[in-house]
């Protein structure tokens, strides 16, 4: 099949097959251990680290796409731990707190492990029960320079 496109307000997007409109437009469709997980732009995921000793990364997907050959491939925006950034872990830090970085980067679909979800402060503290797979986040993190936004919150 050669490549189609398609004009979405203005701006031409290519695709080399017919699975890659689905996979944009749509949703990620993975099996993971034997069940189905539907991912699609804006989920939260759970990434494989590289060193299977570490937790797993958590990042927001952005974009899903797939290249000439069908491999998917997601653009995704990290969430950083206390512990990875410059300043480290600080006690008013929560056991499950992230910060939504400005660190983005292109992943193959193949590490995801699962979905999670990021709250924020507010309502994470309404939670009646707190899974495995809830986070928060309260500030966004600048992984360059160490910087936060905002600044500083009531503890």
């Known amino acids: 099949m050669s490549p189609f496109f398609l004009s979405i307000l203005e701006y031409p997007i290519v ?5 890659s409109f689905f996979v944009f437009f749509f949703f990620l469709l993975l099996n993971l251990g034997g069940f189905m997980l539907v991912i699609a ?17 958590v990042a927001r997907i952005e974009k899903i796409e797939a290249d000439h050959r069908n491999n998917v491939k997601v653009r995704v925006r990290w969430y950083y731990r206390p512990e990875e950034s410059i300043g480290g872990r600080r006690q008013f830090h929560g056991a499950k707190e992230l910060f ?3 660190h983005y980067d292109v992943q193959s679909a193949h590490t995801i492990e699962g979905k999670c979800t990021v709250h924020s402060f507010k309502n994470y503290t309404k939670l009646e029960n707190v899974g495995a797979e809830d986070y928060f986040c309260r500030f966004e993190y600048k992984a360059s320079t160490g910087g936060f936004t905002p600044d500083r919150v009531a503890v």
């Open 100 to 102: 939504l970085s400005d």
């Open 15 to 19: 695709f080399n097959s017919l699975h």
């Open 41 to 57: 732009a804006g989920d939260c995921v759970l990434m494989r680290p590289s060193d299977t000793d570490k937790l797993p990364y």
